[in-house]
């Protein structure tokens, strides 16, 4: 099926096409490009126009270029402009402008990408979805989510993210959504702004983006809560808070148990229960925001509901995994993926989620410990040590056995930490990861936690490793 012609790329972005050409998706990197995409060569870690041949040779319909790359035959086809990145955002717009589908953006300092994927599943059942890839949030991110869009999708569900002032107004105003949704405000890019207060002010400014008769939904029980309201209010769109002081979308309890989270929630007069297998309790108020999504697009509350329950924490954001040692003693440990972010907040829900399960002893009553292994969180400005420190008074890390230290500031945490609970504490994962297999016993449950340039994924991986071939013949 084709996304854009020659002729419809051209007259978005002003370029010039070599070729009658026809793109059935967008791709920014060959690794993952598909037969039928337009490559587009933007210039970041390395310059795109180095892979167009190569791009051309997997098959890519055409590429998006400010020149003819040397050694690309001259009745290549191409869509030459003047600026890539230009280009790629007035495709992304035009892509918006064309579609049909009701946008939904989605931001915040923790769940965004968890929470674009709770509405990816939940609005699987109400038409068709196009949602960002993977953590597509930024400069680049948002308008190849808006270019990929079909004519046909009914909901699109978009990711904004920011580092610094200023990056979410532009993608808001690019994305023009009818639902803008803010999942909570945390410490996290602290380096960038002045306070906490500045952060909410910046998440708040997806709402200066949103279409007519929009909705703006956005946690109500935070000490920045004020901020996002104003913000919302002055938009002219209605307001749809949700949590535990929420008028109309509120949380009426959460219950944590060692397999899932069951989480209530009261909707005008409508009482609704969300089970969500394998999660801990900071999901439960992202998926509360999804089913004020569902609210404002006038979906089936009780349906939204039962569809959530379908989705599960992916790979590096709480993924729960049995890693077998021993498939013929039945041996094994329990591995909590959460490797791919990490600020205060979400921290203390991950450990607080450790804390309710219980790990596999044997008929003695030994073995099973719980275990997390921390890597470094970033980005959280003059304070980092004092709030590393603060992680050993949390009432979630009493219930810990162990705990491993990964980077500079997770050693503050290390240091604070009563001596039977300091496990190894090292400068960098890989020297974690090589000596997997001595941080691990049979029955224990293993948190991995940390930002992502912690990569304490790595630890993961070595984690992952361990796992044991079945034996040849058998069915384990």
Not at 289 to 298: D, F, K, N, S, T
Not at 452 to 457: A, G, I, R
Request: glycine share 8%; hydrophobic share 50%.
């Amino acid at each position: 099926m084709s996304l854009w012609s020659a002729a419809e790329a051209a007259k978005a972005t002003g370029g010039q096409a070599i070729g009658d050409w026809q793109a059935s998706g967008i791709s920014i990197d060959t690794r993952s490009l598909q037969p039928g995409d337009l490559f587009v060569a933007l210039t970041a870690a390395r310059d795109g126009h180095d892979f167009v041949a190569q791009a051309l040779e997997k098959g890519a319909a055409a590429a998006l270029v400010a020149y003819r790359p040397e050694g690309v035959a001259e009745d290549a086809p191409l869509l030459l402009v003047a600026d890539v990145m230009a280009a790629l955002t007035a495709l992304g717009a035009a892509g918006r402008a064309r579609a049909k589908a009701r946008v939904i953006a989605v931001t915040g300092s923790v769940g965004k990408t968890s929470t674009k994927e709770m509405l990816r599943v939940m609005l699987s059942d109400f038409g068709a979805v196009q949602a960002a890839e993977a953590s597509f949030n930024n400069h680049w991110g948002v308008p190849v989510t808006l270019a990929r869009l079909h004519p046909e999708t009914e909901f699109a569900v978009i990711e904004i993210g920011m580092n610094h002032p200023g990056e979410i107004a532009p993608l808001a105003h690019l994305a023009r959504p009818h639902v803008a949704m803010i999942t909570t405000i945390a410490p996290a890019h602290l380096e960038a702004f002045d306070s906490i207060d500045g952060i909410a002010e910046e998440k708040a400014s997806i709402f200066n983006g949103l279409a007519r008769d929009a909705h703006a939904i956005y946690p109500s029980d935070l000490a920045t809560s004020p901020i996002l309201a104003a913000a919302a209010e002055a938009s002219g769109a209605t307001c749809l808070p949700f949590g535990k002081t929420a008028p109309e979308i509120r949380l009426h309890d959460m219950a944590q148990t060692e397999h899932a989270l069951v989480m209530r929630a009261q909707i005008g007069q409508l009482r609704l229960a969300v089970r969500l297998a394998n999660a801990g309790a900071h999901f439960g108020t992202n998926a509360l925001g999804c089913l004020a999504v569902a609210q404002a697009l006038g979906c089936d509350l009780a349906r939204a509901a039962l569809a959530l329950g379908r989705w599960q924490p992916p790979s590096g954001r709480g993924l729960r995994e049995k890693i077998m040692l021993d498939p013929v003693e039945d041996l094994s440990f329990t591995l909590i993926d959460d490797a791919f972010n990490a600020n205060p907040a979400s921290l203390e829900a991950a450990l607080e989620m450790l804390a309710t399960m219980t790990p596999a002893r044997d008929d003695g009553g030994a073995g099973g410990r719980r275990i997390a292994i921390l890597g470094d969180m970033l980005e959280l400005g003059p304070d980092e040590v004092a709030m590393h420190r603060a992680l050993a008074e949390l009432p979630a890390m009493r219930a810990v056995d162990l705990v491993h230290c990964v980077g500079p500031r997770m050693a503050a945490l290390h240091a604070a930490l009563p001596h039977r609970k300091r496990g190894r504490q090292v400068a960098q994962a890989e020297d974690l990861a090589q000596i997997a297999h001595l941080l691990v016993a049979p029955g224990d449950i293993v948190l991995v936690k940390g930002s992502k340039s912690s990569f304490v994924s790595r630890v993961v991986d070595g984690l992952r490793n361990l796992e044991a071939a079945s034996p040849a013949g058998e069915d384990v």
